[in-house]
């Protein structure tokens, strides 16, 4: 059997993979599907340690209600919980969802509005890796031009499509940058966590936590991925933190760079276009 065999084999059982897959989520069946979803509620925000972790997210109590019974579960996110809090007041809503009848087994989403999707992970990793192995094929009978055409010109394609729509965007968010107010914030925590790789190399993270009061009365508690110079020594630092007034999830430090950085976001995609497109038209020319 030489390795076109076991190539179509390992195509066969992916096809499998994604046609179970699909056909799961077609009838509604799959476990994101299948999880009840409800909006929880921030009734306490623990203030965060200086020198402590950022593994968790922000220490919060959670309340929500079981739709079928009408009981109110009370809980907390320690330990893993599903996607992190690292922002939180007093207040704030946040999506929560739990197999059928399992209130107490929640995982917390930061968008209450979020319908989880369909289910559908496994079945597009399996239709990608079917993709990538019939481009790796083609290039390997045919001559490596087909791999630039068969890679770069679905995403040339792709990229089209999705341009408008990010043209869009980018304004929406200009526009939401332009529109935010201005706060003063202090640096409350400074978090460090140290890891160590499968290697043996060991990594360390700083990330400051700021705190700052809306306008509208909100007393916001948050991680900063970014816009804090020397973050390992910003511990106690007065900062200017500037929100979206009907999200304070939204936050800026660094606002003057964020709206360079929207600015330049769609000469970025414009010229990734071209030179996607243009790579293929190069695997055409070549064959």
């Known amino acids: 059997m030489d390795w076109h065999a076991y190539l179509a084999l390992g195509f066969a059982v992916l096809g499998v993979v994604a046609l179970v897959g699909y056909g799961r989520s077609l009838a509604g069946v799959t476990r994101a599907q299948r999880a009840v979803r409800v909006r929880g509620r921030i009734e306490e925000v623990r203030a965060p340690r200086h020198g402590g972790s950022r593994r968790g997210g922000i220490s919060v109590v959670v309340s929500y209600r079981e739709p079928s019974t009408g009981e109110e ?83 040339a394609l792709i990229g089209v499509c999705y341009l408008p729509g990010n043209v869009r965007d980018v304004r929406r968010r200009r526009e939401r940058l332009a529109s935010m107010a201005g706060v003063p914030g202090r640096i409350v925590a400074v978090l460090r966590d140290v890891s160590t790789d ?8 700083v990330t400051p936590v700021v705190a700052f009061t809306t306008r509208e009365g909100a007393a916001v508690t948050a991680h900063c991925e970014k816009g804090v110079a020397d973050p390992a020594e910003a511990y106690g630092r007065e900062v200017t933190v500037h929100y979206p007034q009907d999200d304070p999830a939204g936050f800026v430090l660094d606002h003057a760079a964020r709206q360079r950085s929207v600015r330049s976001d769609i000469a970025v995609n414009v010229v990734t276009l071209v030179v996607v497109a243009a790579a293929a038209v190069v695997g055409v020319v070549l064959l």
Do not use: K, Q
């Open 198 to 205: 499968a290697e043996g190399g060991v990594s360390r993270t």
């Open 73 to 155: 579960v009370v809980v907390t996110n320690d330990g893993e919980r599903g996607e992190m809090i690292t922002v939180a007041w007093t207040g704030r809503e946040i999506g929560v969802h739990y197999p059928r009848g399992r209130p107490h087994d929640y995982r917390f989403s930061d968008d209450p509005e979020a319908a989880g999707g369909r289910g559908l992970g496994w079945p597009n990793t399996a239709l990608f890796l079917i993709y990538v192995g019939l481009v790796v094929v083609a290039s390997i009978d045919w001559g490596w031009p087909w791999a630039l055409i068969g890679v770069c010109g679905p995403w």
